[in-house]
């Protein structure tokens, strides 16, 4: 007896096993091509920085980490 179990067609899987964003905003959890980032482990991306700007920086020298306030510089 001979059953006749058809395969499947093989798939193409597109897995993207390499994740090219290095960086991943902690505010919009996007991934930017850039990213402002504390050594807490926060990250933000210039749109959200654009945004929280006015709470985070006040010189436009330095920012402060929302996370853990450290004073950062660009
Ligand atoms: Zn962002
Ligand atoms: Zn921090």
Redesign the pocket.
């Given at each position: 007896m001979t059953e006749d179990t058809p395969t499947p067609p093989k798939k193409p899987s597109r897995w993207r096993s390499k994740r090219v964003a290095e960086y991943t905003c902690t505010i919009c959890e996007r991934h930017p091509p850039f990213c402002w980032l504390?050594?807490?482990?926060?990250q933000i991306c210039e749109e959200c920085f654009a945004e929280n700007a006015w709470g985070m920086t006040c010189n436009n020298v330095t920012w402060e980490?929302?996370?853990?306030?450290?004073i950062?510089s660009f």
């Open positions: 504390c050594p807490c482990g926060f980490c929302p996370d853990c306030g450290a950062r």
